[in-house]
Structure formats: C-alpha cells, structure tokens
C-alpha cells in the first residue's frame, strides 16, 4: 500500500498545468499574458472611472466597480503563477502558497457568483420598479449587498479550504492543473474523498445554481416590463444594460457549472484545464469590453474627463 503523507511534510505541490504540450507553452505564455494585460487595464480603468465621473455615482457603476476589483484579485490570484510556470522548467508552488491560492481562488469565485445575483436585483429595480429606486438601491443598502457578497465568499471558502488540506495526500504531491483547486487536490488523497465531493456539490449547488436562477427570474421580470414599453430608445438603453450582464452572466456560470457540479473523478482533466483557463483568463478580460464597449455612460464619462463636453 502506498504511503500516506501530508503535503506540508515535503512543503511543496508540483503544478502540471499544461506540460504533457510543451510545444504549446510559449504560445500559452503569450496569448495569457496578452489577456491578462487587458484585464488589468480594462479592470482599473472601470475602476478610476466610476470614482472620478460623478455621474457614475449610480449603484450601478459602484458595483461594476467591485466586479473589476473583484476579477482584478480573481486573475492575480493564479495568473503569475501560471505564467513563471510557463515560462521557465520550475513548476512549483510552495504548500503554504498552494493553500493561500486555493482559499482566494474559490472565495473571489464565489464571491462573483453572489455580486452577478446583487448586479441583476439592481437592474430589475431600476426596470421593474423605476419610481421606488432610489429608495430601493439606497447606497447604504448598496454597501451591504456589496459586503454580503464578499463575505459569502470567503466563508465559503474557508468551509471548503479547511476540509481540503486536512484530507491525507499521497506520496507525489503532483497537482494535474495550473492552479491549486479543490477537484485537482481531491484527486491526490489516499482516503475515500466521497464526503468532500458531496460538500463541494451542495455548496457549488447553491452558490452556483441558486444565484443563476435568481438572475433568471429577474431578467423574466425585466423581460416582461421591457414587452410593455412604448419608448424604443428605453428599450435599446436596457437591451444595452441588461444584453451586456446577460453574456458575462453566461460567460462565468457556464464554465462554472461544468466543473464544480459533477464529482472530480467525473471530470476529463484536459478538458477542465481548458475550461478554468477561459474563466480565470478570457471571461474576466472581455467583462469590460462587453459593459464598456456600447456604453453611452462610460463614453460620456471619457469625454468629460478629457474636457470635451459635446454629446457624441
């Protein structure tokens, strides 16, 4: 039988990620390292916006604002890493490090999936309920959605963390993925991981699919209220709103779904590093093209900030 170990005794996991195609790491390297760029741009300037435009000052733009702080810490949690793994033959990550990266992978994860839900409360308040907004989305009543958000999500993490590194590894410490996350460690330990698996299958099933459907019901309502509108240029202005926080509602829970809702013995491991490549990398970078890019708010806001006040 082979020998039980705790992964602390050697102080080090190995991160596979996507060694068995060497040929594909240099292009990796730069493709991910050119996504990563747009996501710290495109992040803080979202960011310095909102606070330098008053007109941005709308619950809105203060919880876009946390969205891009939020996938600025998501992408900086495992990107470096990926990248020094790329680049050079060291594909090592200390334990301390492999757990610190797996408790904010997993907290800002979670975290998201709460904030897309509070996001879609406040554009089927601003819709559905126009003349009770103000005192709807009061900004105190923001701050606490915002903080409830970020406080599900590290507890969540903390309950999945603790009951991760407490589970006895065996001998080789080599985790086949880029990062460090709970499906990858499960697939190390030496004792039956059954009771892990379900834990990360209810809590994945109401951070996951609770949220989804509750920003479904609200596009329904949103839905509903846009089919009784008279004013076409009302209608184009939450088709715009509403269109953009739709995709990256699919762009995150999709992927999300197809890894943390089935067992980790259930996953390909090839395809689930693709999968959580797109979500940890692209699906944060398009986020503020896709609010920006159409966004007569934000170009607005452009313009006044370089000291052009015509309308476009």
Known sequence: MMKEKNASSEG???LLGFSNW?????????VILMFYLMTLIGNLFIIILSHLDSHLHTPMYFFLSNLSFLDLCYTTSSIPQLLVNLWGPEKTISHAGCMIQLYFV???ATTECVLLVVMSYDRYAAVCRPLHYTILMHPRFCRLLALASWVSGFTNSALHSSFTFW???CGHHQVDHFFCEVPALLRLSCVDTHANELTLMVTSSIFVLIPLILI??????????VLRMQSTTGLQKVFGTCGAHLLVVSLFFVPGMCIYLQPPSGNSQDQGKF???FYTVVTPSLNPLIYTLRNKDVRGAVKRLMGWEWEM
């Open 22 to 30: 060497p040929h594909l790491e240099v292009v990796l390297f730069v």
């Open 167 to 169: 589970i006895p590894l």
């Open 216 to 225: 479904l019901s609200s596009y329904g309502a949103i839905a509903r209220a």
């Open 12 to 14: 080090y996991f190995v």
């Open 275 to 277: 999968i959580a490549l």
């Open 106 to 108: 997993l907290a800002l």
